[in-house]
């Protein structure tokens, strides 16, 4: 993976990164909003119920004052389910901001895990590239080594047979002692064992 990709990945991946923390930050705040609305209706449910029941308890005195306790014990049910039922509100919002608390949590560790896939794929891809140009160097390192032997050694034919101009001590060629003769079919020997 050559760098400029590789700097287009993370800018992509940042991108990404960016772009799922705004989304987050917009639904935390849309929740935000959504749990204040519910409350302010909750509260003025409440205020509403509250002054309900102070009607009620009005009508409920004159009823007693007409004998009719009876209508004053199913004014008192109804407004004991119509409080159940605000309670039962009340716990349904506290759910719904726990549940919306929950999924901000999920979001932002799927942020964390994508920045952390992107920054092992980005040390990966270093490491191999850095393992590469190793090898190339290695290589590179092994011509050098040949291309300064060569320096020192003339390879040329004498009477067709290959020869190589070497130290002092080692078997000539008659018609230039500068050269030494290279037996190809030792060499071939050799190699086969």
């Not at 760098?3 to 990164?17: P, Q, T």
């Not at 079919?185 to 086969?192: K, L, P, T, Y």
């Given at each position: 993976?050559?760098?400029?990709?590789?700097?287009?990945?993370?800018?992509?991946?940042?991108?990404?990164?960016a772009?799922?923390?705004?989304?987050?930050?917009?639904?935390?705040?849309k929740?935000?909003?959504?749990?204040?609305?519910?409350?302010?209706?909750?509260?003025?449910?409440?205020?509403?119920?509250?002054a309900?029941?102070?009607?009620?308890?009005?009508?409920?005195?004159?009823?007693?004052?007409?004998?009719?306790?009876?209508?004053?014990?199913?004014?008192?049910?109804?407004?004991?389910?119509?409080?159940?039922?605000?309670?039962?509100?009340?716990?349904?919002?506290?759910?719904?901001?726990?549940?919306?608390?929950?999924?901000?949590?999920?979001?932002?560790?799927?942020?964390?895990?994508?920045?952390?896939?992107?920054?092992?794929?980005?040390?990966?891809?270093?490491?191999?590239?850095?393992?590469?140009?190793?090898?190339?160097?290695?290589?590179?390192?092994?011509?050098?080594?040949?291309?300064?032997?060569?320096?020192?050694?003339?390879?040329?034919?004498?009477?067709?047979?290959?020869?190589?101009?070497?130290?002092?001590?080692?078997?000539?060629?008659?018609?230039?002692?500068?050269?030494?003769?290279?037996?190809?079919?030792?060499?071939?020997?050799?190699?086969?064992?």
């Amino acid at each position: 993976m050559d760098r400029s990709r590789m700097d287009d990945f993370v800018a992509n991946a940042a991108l990404l990164a960016a772009h799922l923390t705004q989304q987050c930050e917009k639904a935390v705040a849309k929740q935000q909003a959504a749990a204040l609305d519910l409350q302010q209706s909750a509260d003025a449910l409440g205020e509403g119920v509250a002054a309900g029941k102070l009607e009620l308890e009005q009508h409920a005195r004159g009823a007693i004052r007409e004998a009719l306790a009876r209508e004053l014990a199913d004014a008192s049910r109804s407004l004991e389910d119509t409080v159940d039922r605000l309670q039962q509100l009340g716990e349904r919002l506290r759910i719904e901001q726990s549940s919306a608390g929950l999924r901000m949590r999920v979001l932002e560790w799927k942020s964390i895990a994508s920045l952390a896939v992107a920054a092992a794929v980005l040390v990966g891809g270093s490491a191999y590239a850095a393992r590469h140009n190793l090898q190339r160097a290695e290589r590179a390192q092994v011509r050098a080594d040949v291309l300064e032997a060569l320096r020192h050694v003339a390879i040329t034919s004498c009477d067709g047979r290959p020869c190589v101009k070497l130290e002092d001590g080692l078997q000539r060629w008659t018609k230039n002692d500068e050269y030494v003769l290279v037996d190809a079919g030792a060499s071939v020997e050799a190699a086969g064992r």
